[in-house]
């Protein structure tokens, strides 16, 4: 995980609103044949899109990335078997960040329509649709990595510098 020098935290609701602005997008371009969904992250996005535009017919494609470590190379650990070389289908992920992932799912669906809900500048060129840009070194806190807790109110902080 890269470190970043700020936070863009998103909640649910803004996840689901923004999952439904996406779809909002996507629906003037369909028909679909059907999403493929970029585990993990891609799959409460997919799942959003997919009610709203009805789709039923869900596959899943898994790449697993090693940037910070040696073996350095993408792994496909899960093919999107279903969905040939993508023409009619959505692919979806949460973000695209420095586009490794994108570029690998693209040469497994060179067809596919690729739909995020988050981009950085990097990864932007690889996307065909997505709703909110954040900068390369803002780090985007999702939902399901994270929990409320408890914070020292702001008199007992300031006072203890
Ligand atoms: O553009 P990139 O630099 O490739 O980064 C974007 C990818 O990184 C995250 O997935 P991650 O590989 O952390 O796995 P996960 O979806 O299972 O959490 C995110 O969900 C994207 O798929
Ligand atoms: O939760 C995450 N937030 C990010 O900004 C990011 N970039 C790559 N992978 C990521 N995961
Ligand atoms: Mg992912």
Redesign the pocket.
């Known amino acids: 995980m890269s470190m970043s020098n700020r936070y863009y935290t998103v909640s649910w609701d803004q996840l689901h609103r923004d999952s439904k602005a996406l779809a909002w997008r996507l629906n003037d371009r369909g028909p679909w044949r059907g999403i493929v969904a970029?585990?993990?992250?891609?799959l409460i996005p997919a799942a959003i899109v997919a009610r709203e535009l009805e789709a039923r017919l869900i596959e899943t494609v898994s790449?697993?990335?090693y940037?910070e470590e040696e073996r350095g190379l993408p792994q496909v650990v899960k093919p999107p078997a279903a969905a040939g070389d993508g023409e009619g289908w959505l692919l979806v992920?949460?973000?695209?960040?420095?586009?490794?992932?994108?570029k690998v799912v693209r040469a497994l669906l060179p067809k596919a329509h690729f739909a995020t809900v988050y981009a950085k500048p990097k990864?932007r060129p690889l996307v065909d649709t997505f709703i909110t840009e954040v900068s390369q070194d803002t780090w985007i806190l999702f939902p399901w990595d994270t929990e409320a807790q408890f914070i020292a109110p702001i008199a007992r902080s300031a006072a203890a510098r």
Request: charged share 20%.
């Open positions: 970029i585990t993990r992250g891609g790449v697993v990335t940037n992920d949460d973000l695209v960040d420095t586009g490794t992932t994108a990864g």
